[in-house]
């Protein structure tokens, strides 16, 4: 068992707490994404699995044994950074053997291993060659394989692929989850691009200022998020959030009602924010839908999809729109249709989700 | 088949061809204009640099006039222009002189132990500071050693006599304590050699740390990082990352100090010889100086002081090829 558990881990630099009791259970060969915005204390955490950082409290446990006070190279992870953190001085084989030869691995071990990742990463021409030499993917891979080679119980990841153009970041992503398919490691992934998470994680931990604000995986997270900041994290572009009131049948944002069932009950003029990904309006009326007339602001044209910038009320919308290979037909739109199964509704006040009742 | 307005084939390549040639013709403009661009943008520049300049030709440059009397014999009355030519007789004079060769082999054998203990010193105590992790004791130390390289060589010169006094002096009262006798030290030739380079190191250890520091500090944090995880120790860190991090700066570091190897610190020598120690302790520069300002001798002196420069050209080229062969690392 090769779990990760966190257990009230707190972070405080002096008087300053960053990170404010996180739990969190990483299962055996599980891949979790710790995904939140800049400053959120996400490579904080991970630098405290790592042992990189002090625990200030709680419990750290990995593989069952308590951590907090057991040396880096004792905890069995290997880390990958976001700079890669090659040294310039060694070449690739060099590079990849350093925490073998701490370890003190027999010479041919090293060189074995050595040669199976790098066949692995596709790194087989390139092990004569320094850092320097390398392209930006190829430093990247290098890095994996150095933590590869280790053989750890847990693969820590810092942001590794954000020094990469979008294209190499694309193929890159997906090598590393061909990897982990394939070695099965226990993962922990920190980085701040939504798409990077929903991509590669098993599960995505959402953090925002210290705190997890939901765990689950990709698909819960999209299609249930917990609150509006979830909501708002996930899904590009995010979900329209806009300040409205509960009716009998449905809500009013505005002057427009929006009609879906199952939150009526008594909770008329609670106040809500309503969401709408997105993806899910149509251009035409179908059944359970309500319009929304909106003020086309813009379009932006994907190729196969849209967005529509517009005005809704007070609010600013976005909302994707199929092309069927043509932007003409979109520029004279001045309503959508949302379908009422599809809804969101949070809090106003909390921001937490709102389920329907009955 | 469309023919229409569209080109032929052939005359499509030569259009391509062509293109180039007129980019050049209208874009390129010529070398005089581009300097004159360039100076007219980066002014400033240039004139931040002119003191530099000025004083290179005057302090520098200009005596170079007066070299020429290395290969002459030279007398003040008739000045430097009007001396007779004689070739290389004062090279032939000096070569014979056993003074001089003994200057000669002093100053390199006082060299070498620099080299051996001086050079090692700085980059030594720079990676113990690295180890130091509680900041303000770090920021004491350093200002401690710093200190030595503020203060006058004449000064430096005086606590050294002081200390190594025989009959006030710290070491001899600390041998005394041992029934032993006063040492002599200052005018027992075996003595002196030691003594300067350790003087050197006291005074100038700690300032020249300060290069390697900053070769130190300028080590990406994430590598160390990197160690740890992999577990790597403090020593192994040492070795395997900060010194192979900073070996270029040791390698530049290493060139400057060889192409010194001739200029022994004059004033330093000059402040702790006696004519008993002469025997180890005079180096070329001393020499040249007494010669040249005590005796008269310009020319000797100056023919003299050439050999020393010439010898510093040719070490200095040759560490810097070496160095550029043997780690791409040089000082140009
Ligand atoms: N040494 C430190 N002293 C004080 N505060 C710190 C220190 N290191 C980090 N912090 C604070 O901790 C918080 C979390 O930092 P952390 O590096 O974990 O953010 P992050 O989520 O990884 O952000 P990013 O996406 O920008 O990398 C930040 O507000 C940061 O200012
Ligand atoms: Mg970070």
């Not at chain 1, 994996?144 to 053989?151: K, L, N, T, W």
């Not at chain 2, 005057?58 to 020429?68: A, C, D, N, R, S």
Request: charged residues 15%; aromatic residues 10%.
């Amino acid at each position: 068992m090769s779990g990760v558990n966190l257990s009230g881990i707190v972070k405080a630099y002096g008087a300053v707490e960053v990170v404010h009791g996180i739990n969190l259970d990483v299962a055996e060969k599980e891949f979790v994404v710790l995904v939140g915005p800049s400053g959120c204390g996400k490579s904080t955490t991970l630098r405290m699995i790592a042992g990189l950082e002090e625990i200030t409290a709680g419990n750290l446990m990995i593989d069952g044994r308590r951590m907090n006070r057991i040396a880096p190279k004792d905890r069995d992870v290997a880390m990958v950074f976001q700079n890669y953190a090659l040294y310039p001085h060694l070449n690739v084989a060099d590079n990849m053997a350093f925490g073998l030869r701490i370890r003190k691995m027999p010479k041919a071990e090293i060189a074995t291993t050595i040669a199976d990742v790098a066949e692995i990463l596709g790194l087989t021409n390139y092990l004569e060659r320094r850092p320097a030499d390398l392209s930006g993917g190829q430093r990247q891979r290098v890095a994996m394989g150095r933590a590869i080679v280790r053989h750890p119980k847990v693969f820590l990841f810092d942001e590794p692929l954000s020094n990469l153009d979008a294209k190499l970041r694309t193929q890159m992503r997906a090598e590393i989850k061909r990897l982990h398919n394939r070695l099965g490691v226990t993962s922990i992934y920190v980085t701040h691009d939504q798409v990077e998470a929903m991509t590669l994680a098993d599960r995505i931990v959402v953090m925002n200022d210290g705190a997890i604000e939901q765990v689950g995986t990709p698909m819960e997270l999209f299609n249930h998020p917990a609150n509006t900041f979830v909501a708002g994290f996930l899904g590009s572009p995010p979900m329209n959030q806009m300040k409205g009131v509960l009716t009998e049948h449905g809500a009013k944002i505005g002057d427009t009602e929006i009609k879906f069932d199952g939150f009526a009950n008594g909770q008329a003029g609670r106040d809500v924010i309503v969401g709408i990904r997105p993806e899910h309006v149509t251009l035409a009326a179908g059944e359970q839908t309500s319009a929304l007339p909106i003020e086309l602001d813009l379009v932006e044209p994907l190729g196969s999809e849209a967005l529509l910038h517009a005005r809704f009320g007070n609010d600013n919308v976005v909302f994707k729109a199929d092309t069927k290979g043509d932007i003409q037909h979109l520029s004279g739109v001045g309503e959508v249709y949302v379908p009422a199964p599809l809804i969101k509704l949070f809090d106003a006040e909390t921001g937490h989700a709102l389920n329907a009742k009955g | 088949m469309v023919q229409g307005n569209t080109p032929a084939p052939g005359s499509a390549i030569e259009s391509v061809e062509d293109t180039p040639d007129t980019l050049h013709d209208t874009f390129t403009d010529s070398r005089g204009s581009r300097l004159y661009d360039h100076f007219k943008r980066e002014w400033q520049i240039y004139v931040m640099l002119l003191p530099t300049i000025v004083w290179f030709l005057v302090f520098l440059y200009k005596p170079m006039y007066g070299l020429q009397i290395a290969f002459k014999d030279y007398s003040i009355f008739r000045g430097v222009a009007n001396s007779p030519w004689i070739g290389l007789e004062h090279f032939e004079t000096l070569f014979s002189n056993d003074q001089f060769i003994r200057a000669v082999t002093n100053t390199i054998k006082i060299s070498a132990l620099n080299l051996l203990f001086g050079f090692p010193a700085p980059i030594i105590l720079a990676l113990m500071f690295n180890e130091i992790l509680h900041a303000t004791y770090k920021k004491t130390a350093q200002t401690i050693v710093y200190l030595p390289h503020f203060i006058s060589s004449v000064i430096i010169a005086g606590i050294v006599i002081t200390a190594f006094s025989p009959t006030a002096g710290i070491v001899n009262t600390i041998i005394g304590w041992f029934g032993l006798d006063p040492v002599y030290f200052l005018t027992q030739p075996q003595w002196f050699r030691p003594i300067f380079v350790g003087t050197g190191i006291w005074q100038e250890a700690g300032f020249g740390s300060i290069v390697f520091l900053a070769a130190i500090a300028g080590v990406n944090p994430s590598l160390y990082e990197s160690a740890v995880v992999d577990g790597a120790n403090r020593w192994q860190m040492m070795w395997k990352i900060t010194i192979p991090s900073i070996l270029p700066t040791i390698l530049i570091m290493l060139i400057i100090r060889i192409g010194n190897i001739m200029e022994v610190s004059f004033e330093l020598v000059i402040l702790l010889y006696h004519p008993a120690t002469y025997e180890t302790a005079d180096v070329v520069n001393t020499w040249v100086y007494r010669q040249g300002l005590q005796s008269g001798q310009y020319d000797l002196a100056a023919a003299a002081g050439l050999f020393n420069a010439v010898v510093a050209f040719v070490l200095v080229m040759t560490a810097n090829t070496l160095s550029r062969r043997f780690s791409q690392t040089s000082l140009w």
